[in-house]
């Protein structure tokens, strides 16, 4: 059974950047044809997608963050990371790392991490 | 890209269906049939509960079941029950390559 696990700082000062770990276990992150995705949930609002990568490198992501976002896949470590820079208080939410079950599209999640809460603070 | 539009709020009693509409455009829930909807409980990750607008992943009850006509999407719960209740969110892949969620909806189990 496939299990991500998100990891990283849980509080972070504004202007700087957000960097979070998704690590895969149960699989290989390196498995043809999936999209590994990250999406976040501010405190008390709703789902946010931030983007997917494909497990050839190739990223999509969302128009509102794309200058702010790199989703990056580390294969010797079977693990892929989410970079947010010149974060502010709005950034602050919980992070969600997550796969679909079919190969090929990043259109939904099956599996999904526990989810971290970044906070945006000095 | 705006949200997908949901209802704040819906509810309804033990053994009563209820649904739950999300509306978005022609260039996502309108143009492409990878509408999928998902349950959250408080202080926990989404479930998946439908994709592609109609179909249920392995292990979903099928008490849950998905349409859509136009725009508008729509997820029908039969025979409410307690556990049903949570928040449930839509989303839908875009013309623009993206993906986009709606604000939410919290169903109550009266």
């Known amino acids: 059974q496939l299990q991500l696990q998100e990891s990283g700082p849980g509080l972070v000062k504004p202007s700087e950047t957000l960097s979070l770990t998704c690590s895969v276990s149960g699989g290989s992150i390196s498995s043809s044809g999936y999209y590994w995705g990250w999406i976040r949930q501010p405190p008390g609002k709703g789902l946010e997608w931030i983007g997917s990568?494909?497990?050839?490198?190739?990223?999509y992501y969302n128009p509102s963050l794309k200058s702010r976002v790199t989703i990056s896949v580390d294969t010797s470590k079977n693990q892929f990371s989410l970079k947010l820079s010149s974060v502010t208080a709005a950034d602050t939410a919980v992070y969600y790392c997550a796969r679909p079950n079919s190969s090929g599209r990043f259109t939904h999640f099956d599996y999904w991490g526990q989810g971290t809460l970044v906070t945006v603070s000095s | 890209q705006s949200a997908l539009t949901q209802p704040a709020s819906v509810s309804g009693s033990p053994g009563q269906s209820i649904t739950i509409s999300c509306t978005g455009t022609s260039s996502d829930v309108g143009g492409y049939n990878y509408v999928s909807w998902y349950q959250q409980h408080p202080g926990k990750a989404p479930k998946h509960m439908i994709y592609?607008?109609?179909n249920r992943p392995s292990g979903v009850s099928n008490r849950f079941s998905g349409s859509k006509s136009g725009n508008t999407a729509s997820l029908t719960i039969s025979g409410l029950q307690a556990e049903d209740e949570a928040d449930y969110y839509c989303s839908s892949y875009t013309s623009s390559n993206t993906l986009i969620f709606g604000g939410g909806t919290k169903l109550t189990v009266l």
């Open positions: 592609d607008v109609s």
């Open positions: 990568i494909h497990s050839s490198g190739s990223t």
